[in-house]
DNA sequence: CTGTTAGCGCGTTCAG
DNA sequence: CTGAACGCGCTAACAG
């Protein structure tokens, strides 16, 4: 029909044959089929974001940065949530293949590159949001974690701390392997030797904090602080530490990778490194837009926006008798603690 | 094709026919492609979830609820955001007609109902989330909100407060009206006339909850007591409390309606109302899938769920001097201020 | 500038 | 039990 030429184009259509199109439109209520376009024009107008964290504020704000960037260039996006888990990750992904959708945005579960391969496979293009992949030729989009963790680390060094342990994320997960990294650097710099590291590597959220906090502290000697990998492990930290009795940042510092938003915290007092999650999103986004409209290069991008420490009130000087110690006498027992989990 | 009949039916087909074709469909990757099975059938086996605040994790969690009583039954969900916007709301419900999507269930941005005119007259099934809605003939589910708020302020005087202002959300959304008419009812009950009433219309978010506590602390006497109407608010007001040096619950009580979730908040110790987010997710789900098998009787359905209150440390006795003082003598001024915003 | 023809990938219907 | 024809509502590609 020639509707269809006023809907779309409107061009090449005469002024009044337009308005006679456009009234009947109006009294009719019309609205054309969505489904009907898509299916011939191979074109869904939709792109999904797949993430494995919903409740995570980190990941809501790129979903918001991911949303508006895609809105205003009409394009809709599907929210997937994978809790962590590849197996949730592949299933979302074969949904939105058949639902056609015109590319994905993941925040992969693994650093695996199956999931990858299935888009690949049925030529969906994808951006790679906050986490690597292994040999993925792909578009990413993160944030330097392992300077950011050097800065935190190095941070508590200045405040004259010598046993900090790291409580990570999976070690099948980049952003945990880069933040132990950086940790690792930090140390170095500073010539602590690798046997007062202690790395624990659990899972992102609030349950692994407070357990590997538990465990953190019955090494002896005891850290003096910590460094939690995201913000729901510090959330675990923090009640851990409660239990046991110990005051914030008197008895023990923390500084957390990922800053929690500011009013859901009725007392913000955590030393962060806070990322740009809404740029993430919007940038992974862009990408994609650039890509779908073949305005992209043929080779893989990858974008890596900084990060910053905000130094608060969960960070401060160890007590006396714990920095000096240490430093003179590192008992044998610790080199074997809970290192490389 | 006899694929069709494989996929779906897998009746009416000889085993080996099948054995074949599932053989073809593994070796090439096939998978069928929805769009076109949905324009044929009518049917996209999608819900929508239109609601007013992705940020609050009241609807995060009703967002949670409704995805696993859908997904469960394969059913997919698009989410859509509408920031207590009805503009936004009848764009997004544009949107979802044309993506044909077969139900939606709605948390409207205000007690309007010609959203759920334009549903209605594309044939499109709709539950109303949380909020009531004029006139309408729909599937609702909700909680108490007035007989929470009668719980909350009940409880506020029963620890000696006579002055309680309330912070509500705008009047124009039912959950503020009705929180409101709780606490009216409470004032009743215990006796306290209307010239102690302090009703402050604002919006559900931080900015709001601070600036009508701002004006609710410069009215005298001072309220000795605040209830919120969300927890955003409460944020908000904790927020301008702070600044002006008060101390909760010494200086000033604060009861909330919502819950926040227990670990985002390091320190929780608001006296709250909590609602069965979840289960009002879940069951608005269940309604709108029977109701899209064909199962639900024809006349609209109203599930309310009971709420409850939780108390905690952010509620006290207020100070001697206050108890007694406005009980026995309310200067004239007082019964102008604020009431009815 | 407008009308016509064909087909997107399925499911329904009716013959074989 | 299986295959062939038809159409869902739209747009691409041609005629006119």
Request: glycine share 4%.
């Amino acid at each position: 029909m020639t509707v269809s030429r006023v809907i779309n184009d409107s061009r090449h259509t005469s002024p009044e044959t337009r308005e006679r199109v456009n009234r009947a439109i109006a009294e009719l209520g019309y609205m054309p089929n969505v489904l009907a376009r898509q299916l011939r024009s191979k074109t869904t107008k939709t792109i999904a974001l797949v993430l494995t964290d919903i409740a995570n504020p980190f990941f809501t704000t790129i979903a918001r940065g991911v949303e508006d960037a895609a809105r205003a260039r009409g394009y809709a996006v599907m929210f997937c949530n994978t809790d962590e888990s590849e197996a949730e990750e592949l299933e979302y992904l074969r949904v939105l293949i058949q639902r056609q959708v015109d590319g994905v945005l993941l925040v992969p579960a693994t650093d695996s590159s199956v999931s990858l391969k299935l888009l690949a496979e049925h030529g969906l293009p994808a951006v790679v949001l906050d986490r690597r992949v292994r040999s993925a030729e792909v578009d990413e989009v993160r944030t330097d974690s392992e300077f950011g963790a050097l800065l935190a680390v190095r941070h508590l060094i200045e405040l004259g701390h010598r046993r900090v342990v790291v409580l990570a994320g999976p070690e099948t997960v980049s952003t945990s392997t880069d933040r132990v990294a950086g940790y690792r650097r930090a140390l170095e710099e500073a010539d602590i030797g690798p046997e007062s590291e202690q790395v624990i590597f659990g899972e992102y959220n609030e349950a692994s904090g407070y357990e590997m906090t538990r465990r953190a502290l019955v090494a002896r000697p005891q850290p003096t602080a910590i460094f939690a990998c995201n913000n729901f492990i510090a959330i675990g930290a923090i009640q851990a530490l409660r239990e046991s009795g110990m005051v914030v940042p008197a008895d023990m510092s923390i500084a957390v990778f990922d800053d929690l938003p500011q009013g859901w915290v009725l007392d913000p007092f955590m030393t962060v490194v806070a990322q740009p999650a809404y740029e993430i999103g919007r940038q992974a986004a862009e990408l994609m837009l650039e890509r779908l409209a073949g305005h992209a290069p043929a080779d893989p991008r990858t974008i890596v926006l900084p990060c910053q420490l905000i130094t608060r009130r969960s960070t401060a000087p160890p007590r006396r008798e714990a920095t000096i110690e240490p430093a003179i006498k590192v008992p044998a027992q610790w080199a074997q603690t809970e290192s490389h989990a």
